[in-house]
């Protein structure tokens, strides 16, 4: 039999799609396919991996004029005769050439390439917009809206993703100009470094004056300078209004008790009506007073401490603020020097009297004095105190007799506790009665309310010694005796009775 030759396959490279004019950076469009065709039959090859073969094609780039560099995968694997570069894109202008290189893995004697040449890569072509107006603006609050700016490609009308791909520094400048185009103060952020994504999302302008048709001027700089140096894009017109204020009760005064500072102060902010967040940048002095507007106590209260107060960072705070009176509840008024009012919530004062007075005695005391004894002394001095706070916790004293004799003899100084003889002991004052000693109780009260008052009693004896301060006495002072002449010695002639109330 006669001997068959199989030769070598012969596949040469094929270039589906060019590339043609685009611009830096952006995606080429058509993507470029590639193709391996067979010699021996001009079709496509599919079978690529008849010898279990990975064909891999590398894209490279040479610079006719211009310092491009491809941005996007350079390497893909065949698969089913093509390979397409989906992502690639040249970050400068210039003129170049692709070059396709194929190979095997593992390596073989297939070693392919062809190249495209004239491959124009112009200038990018940028343009600027503001998807966002300004809007909602009153004098001196951040507007209500915001602008957003952005860089967009003309190729595909995005937002620019790596603005700086030519290692160039992107900066913005807002400008506030009048409809006389004017240029007019504008406070806030107003110069930004555009980073890779070229968009703005401004945060913080506003105005301080009150005007009609402003508006807002962004202009580029890029350094080193470009072709985009300069860029410029106008916002649409738009008005800075009067600002409106109110005022809100962000802190409720509670835990108050009467004439005591609240543990939980009121607080009072100026907020903005155009954003309904609490007005910074005020452009004049505030004042706000409170006063009770509701009282619901027995008796009349006031409000002590500072009842008028300036603002800090927008906020008026009371940090003082109690009420004379207790009373469940109150209504109090804030207002502004400019008008401005508002209404609390009610709330609860107390009346805290949690303690009685405790003496620093003996529950059961006395003490002992000899009768006609020197008077306007101190016999004791009797001394209570109570943990209350306020004028619970200030302590009085009464005298209670459970010895009815006492008055104009004993008295008891209600603030100091001095317990004073006024007049000398007598045991015997009352005789037949003999009193020999007193019993006393002392009642220690705190000054609060009647209807809220606490007290505590003791009971102190007084025990009267006795001195021999009584001669005796006889019935009569002179006395006549008839007696019998014939009385014996030794026999009784008359009995005299004397007596002594010791």
């Given at each position: 039999?006669?001997?068959l030759?199989?030769?070598?396959?012969i596949?040469?490279?094929?270039?589906?799609?060019?590339?043609?004019?685009?611009?830096?950076t952006?995606?080429?469009?058509?993507?470029?396919?590639?193709?391996?065709?067979d010699?021996?039959?001009?079709?496509r090859v599919?079978?690529?991996?008849?010898?279990g073969?990975?064909?891999v094609?590398?894209?490279?780039l040479?610079?006719?004029?211009?310092i491009?560099?491809?941005?996007?995968?350079?390497?893909?694997?065949?698969?089913?005769g093509?390979?397409?570069?989906?992502?690639?894109?040249?970050?400068?202008?210039?003129?170049?050439?692709?070059?396709y290189d194929v190979?095997?893995?593992p390596?073989s004697?297939?070693?392919?390439?062809i190249?495209?040449?004239?491959?124009?890569?112009k200038?990018r072509?940028?343009y600027?917009?503001?998807?966002?107006?300004p809007?909602?603006?009153?004098?001196?609050?951040?507007?209500?809206?915001?602008?957003?700016?952005?860089?967009?490609?003309?190729a595909?009308?995005?937002?620019?993703?790596n603005?700086?791909?030519r290692?160039?520094?992107?900066?913005?400048?807002?400008?506030?100009?009048?409809?006389?185009?004017?240029?007019?103060q504008?406070?806030g952020?107003?110069?930004?470094?555009?980073?890779?994504?070229a968009?703005?999302?401004?945060?913080?302008?506003?105005v301080f004056?009150?005007?009609?048709?402003?508006?807002?001027?962004?202009?580029?700089?890029?350094?080193?300078?470009?072709?985009y140096?300069g860029?410029?894009?106008?916002?649409?017109?738009?008005d800075?209004?009067?600002?409106?204020?109110?005022?809100?009760?962000?802190?409720?005064p509670?835990?108050c008790?009467?004439?005591?500072?609240?543990?939980?102060?009121?607080?009072?902010?100026?907020?903005?009506?155009?954003?309904?967040?609490?007005?910074?940048?005020?452009?004049?002095?505030?004042?706000i007073s409170?006063s009770i507007?509701?009282?619901?106590?027995?008796?009349v209260?006031?409000?002590?401490g500072?009842?008028t107060?300036?603002?800090?960072n927008s906020?008026a705070?009371?940090?003082?603020?109690?009420?004379?009176?207790y009373?469940?509840?109150y209504?109090?008024?804030?207002?502004?020097?400019?008008?401005?009012?508002v209404?609390?919530?009610s709330?609860?004062?107390?009346y805290?009297n949690?303690y009685s007075p405790?003496f620093?005695?003996p529950?059961?005391?006395s003490?002992?004095?000899?009768?006609?004894?020197?008077t306007?002394?101190?016999?004791?001095?009797?001394?209570?105190t109570?943990?209350?706070?306020?004028?619970?916790?200030?302590?009085?004293?009464?005298?209670?007799s459970?010895?009815?004799?006492?008055?104009?003899?004993l008295?008891l100084?209600n603030?100091?506790?001095?317990l004073?003889?006024?007049?000398?002991?007598?045991?015997e004052l009352?005789?037949?009665?003999?009193?020999t000693?007193y019993?006393l109780?002392?009642?220690a009260?705190?000054?609060a309310?009647?209807?809220k008052?606490?007290?505590?009693?003791?009971?102190f004896?007084?025990?009267?010694?006795d001195?021999?301060?009584?001669?005796?006495?006889i019935?009569?002072?002179?006395?006549?005796?008839?007696?019998?002449?014939?009385?014996?010695?030794?026999?009784?002639v008359?009995?005299l009775?004397?007596?002594?109330?010791?």
């Amino acid at each position: 039999p006669q001997l068959l030759e199989v030769k070598e396959r012969i596949i040469v490279l094929h270039i589906i799609t060019h590339v043609i004019r685009t611009n830096e950076t952006v995606l080429f469009d058509p993507v470029p396919v590639i193709e391996l065709v067979d010699i021996g039959n001009g079709q496509r090859v599919t079978n690529h991996d008849w010898k279990g073969w990975d064909w891999v094609t590398t894209v490279t780039l040479v610079s006719h004029s211009g310092i491009g560099e491809f941005i996007g995968e350079v390497s893909r694997n065949f698969s089913a005769g093509l390979v397409e570069f989906t992502d690639l894109s040249i970050h400068s202008k210039g003129n170049y050439s692709l070059g396709y290189d194929v190979i095997t893995v593992p390596e073989s004697n297939y070693s392919l390439l062809i190249i495209q040449r004239d491959v124009i890569i112009k200038e990018r072509k940028l343009y600027l917009t503001v998807d966002t107006q300004p809007n909602d603006c009153n004098e001196t609050v951040v507007c209500g809206i915001q602008p957003v700016f952005s860089i967009r490609d003309q190729a595909n009308g995005e937002v620019v993703q790596n603005i700086g791909w030519r290692n160039r520094v992107w900066r913005l400048n807002t400008v506030l100009y009048t409809d006389t185009n004017q240029p007019f103060q504008l406070n806030g952020t107003t110069e930004h470094t555009i980073n890779s994504i070229a968009t703005v999302e401004f945060q913080d302008l506003r105005v301080f004056s009150i005007d009609t048709r402003f508006y807002l001027n962004f202009q580029i700089s890029t350094a080193p300078v470009s072709s985009y140096h300069g860029m410029s894009i106008n916002t649409s017109r738009f008005d800075v209004n009067e600002r409106v204020y109110y005022l809100s009760v962000d802190v409720l005064p509670s835990d108050c008790n009467q004439s005591l500072v609240c543990a939980v102060t009121p607080e009072v902010g100026v907020y903005d009506y155009g954003t309904g967040l609490i007005a910074p940048y005020l452009n004049s002095s505030w004042e706000i007073s409170v006063s009770i507007s509701y009282d619901p106590s027995i008796r009349v209260g006031d409000i002590l401490g500072y009842d008028t107060t300036s603002l800090f960072n927008s906020i008026a705070a009371f940090d003082n603020f109690s009420i004379s009176e207790y009373g469940a509840g109150y209504i109090i008024s804030f207002e502004s020097i400019f008008g401005h009012s508002v209404l609390s919530a009610s709330f609860d004062v107390d009346y805290v009297n949690d303690y009685s007075p405790i003496f620093h005695l003996p529950t059961l005391y006395s003490i002992s004095i000899f009768e006609e004894n020197t008077t306007d002394i101190t016999v004791t001095t009797f001394y209570a105190t109570d943990l209350d706070i306020g004028s619970q916790g200030d302590v009085e004293y009464t005298l209670h007799s459970m010895s009815p004799v006492v008055n104009g003899i004993l008295a008891l100084n209600n603030t100091n506790g001095n317990l004073t003889l006024l007049s000398p002991l007598n045991r015997e004052l009352f005789y037949p009665i003999i009193y020999t000693e007193y019993e006393l109780i002392i009642r220690a009260h705190d000054l609060a309310y009647p209807e809220k008052a606490r007290t505590t009693d003791i009971t102190f004896t007084i025990v009267i010694l006795d001195i021999n301060d009584n001669i005796p006495t006889i019935p009569f002072p002179a006395y006549r005796i008839d007696c019998r002449e014939d009385l014996l010695n030794g026999e009784s002639v008359y009995t005299l009775t004397a007596d002594d109330i010791e």
